[in-house]
């Protein structure tokens, strides 16, 4: 895990600053530790026109890449992005809060609506996976109205709930009207990666945050814009991960990606493909297919004749399952490795006993002991009679982490977005620690998760003894030598 | 001793020349603020266009024109025919006078005799309502929308969408778009900037050569980044912003401007537009830079003091500072938005107001002059 440090300034440099009713709420005063105090009242004494007076994260490397991996690492680049927090530097501080508020309402937008896809031409596909999304933002909603709703007036939260069908870039509108029309403190959402991007461009636009939980896309967060953030871990976290396990530990030689053609399998891959290469194993053959397709016989057999060692998957629960069992039935015994989607009951469901060995890389460990992680578990049980997922535990901590903020910030969407950009800890998830880098991305350990004896096992990179390639400790403009720490 | 010498010498003679005079640009000095006091509909200023005696001002809650021989602000809001209260983008037609205003996630709409014809999704073949961008290029109206860019054909009616189905969108989310020279314009989040001959109907496209997301490996090797925002087309250069860096091509070299190597005040660039060649400005959310002179890299940024409020100016070559301007009135706010050119004059869009600046005296490039004294000291 990376370290995060923000350095306050001197506490005696400061004086400005409104008085606040905070101190006199109980409920709202356990929420707010003394870096968060101090936050707040820089954040506070903005304005209008200033920004507040605090040291901005710092990382020292990218997404904890390792020296390897990096992209041209014998060039030290020009200019090396990423790597120092954006700031809002707009006039969203000075806004008043409104006097008429019935509830404090948050955005919700998923795939919860079945639809057309633009993927497959037909059937939208994700709908399972933004129902579960949508269940875990409910949840922590009804529980912050259950310990009192919004403290400082004593109204309850409500979301407001869309459909995120990915037509003709509609989540762009959705954004919109969440924005301008419900009058929204925040949003939560999506999944898919290019309603995502519309979504985050709107939102910088119109100055709301954004919380991303299911978009494991690396370039959503890589945009440069300070009113988004993730609590997930991305495909770039976990495909090194994967990448260590397969290269620096089972010394695979020749790897083959099979993938969805739509954004998810296209990015989701592209740490794979590149880290492979930069390891001197360059990916031997890569195909890709259609979603929705039941004979995957033209991908697989030309995988088969390219004498691999291992294939990755990288796609839906659904696909990873046929294809799987098409792989098993040609007599591909190659190791079967592949994305977090595969971590699914219809997968488990349609490959059967060919599940068995099969790892994936996961965002987190849902088996840790953990009492927080029980008793949400037990609450998900209880409310939708069923499992949680990992959307949906995802979805409840970035719900949590947003109403924490609007909490403590107040009805102010920058403040807000203030609040959780300079919070000095992780935030404490029910899917583990979330420590937001420099970016606002989700720098908390993932795992491999490995099918055996009709279940998935969580293993950690300590578990495994999986090997990792140096991290500098210095960024790679400043850094003395080309890979190292000079 | 003797390379404390060498180090102090340069150093005094930095000091010493403005004072005597020397090579500099011109700088706005004379700055005045419109807000809502003053009678426009919100103060979040998306757009601003110049256009002759009027000066049309897109807000986030209404449009606005300030008759420049009146002094008067007339606005519209919805309750006044505007079909959608945030208004991004604003071109005007220079053969009819028509208004085309982008809006955001309210389509396009045309104001044109005193009417609002309003184009969305579910009326014409606009891709999508979520308009950053639009420019009257001859006949046609091109809007760049989160999901491609339409053109619309005012005399034939005609509307033709262009996605990654028909142009090199890596990504279709266009932000902005402009016309010069017989060629159109995307800046396009995420697909660098394309350009559309229309003699020719191809397309060609601009993009960061390292592909890579987290670093630029070269500065002159291309765009500084592919997440484009503004892209301004002058006296056949191209000058580019994005939220990572300022770019100009001549159309055989690039340069890419960072805060770290010239007068940028913020690698973040919200828009951006051209004067010439020679010069152009942009809209960061650390201020506004203007580079004055290209081939000496000399740039004027403009802020405001978020303690005083008094304006600041400052003129830099590379990143040495040649002047730094106290103004008592300078921009209204240093989150800068929009920004067009009215003759020798400049208005600027801000987070919180609209900035005009004066440009009495403006000369293009440099020029030998002493230093400028603070304002209302």
Redesign the interface.
Known sequence: MKSLTILLLPLLLFAAGPADDWEKIPELKALIDEDTAEVLRRVNAAGYYGVPELNLKKDVNYASTPADLEPFRDVKPYKEHFLLQMEYTGSGRGIPEPDDVKSVKFGFIGPIMSTVSIATGGKSHEEALGIKMLQGTQLAIEEANAKGGYFRRKIPFELVVTNDNGLWGSSGNEIINMAYKDHVWAILGTIDGANSHIAIRVALKAELVMMNTGDTDPTFIETNIPWVARSIGDDRQQAYLLIDYMIRKLDFKRIGIIRSSNRYGRFGVREVRDSCRRLGRPIAMEMAFKLGQDDYSLQLERLKSANLDAIVFWGNAREGGVILNQMRHMGMNQPFFGCDRMVADEFVQLAGHNADGVIAAFPWNPTRDDPKLARFRQAFRKKFNQEPDTYAAHAYDGMNMLIWATQVAGLNRAKIRDILAYRTRPWPGVTGDIPLSAALDDLGDVFLARFDNGGWEYHSREDLKIPRGYIPARDRVTRGSLTGDE | MIRRIAFTLPLLAALLLPARGEDLPYVYTKWKHFTTEDGLPN??I?AVRADGPRIWVGTEDGLAMIDKRTGKIRSWREKDGLPW??V?AIDVDPKTGDVWLGL??GGLARFSGGRFDHYH?LNSGL????V?GVAVENDNIWAA????ASRYNTVTKEWTIFTEKNAPME???N?AVSYADDKVYLGV??SGVLEYDLKTGKWKEYLDP?G????????DDGIA?V?TTGVSYVDKILWVSS???ASRYDGRNWRVF?N?DSGLPSD?ENNMKARSGNEAWYCT??GLGAIMDFKTNTWVAYS?D??T?RGKALVTRDKTVLEEIDLETGVP???MIAVDFDGNDVWVGT??GLGHGIGEGYYPGLRTRPSIVAQGR
């Open positions: 103060d979040h998306f209260k945030v991004t955001f996630g999704q891709v999508n309502d979520v950053y929308t989160t999901a491609g990504e279709i989310w932000y989040w995420g390292d890579e997301m987290e670093i630029d490996l070269y500065r980044h997440i939220y990572f860096g960072y770290q973040f959310d650390k405001r978020p303690k409020l706010h240093s989150f987070a919180k």
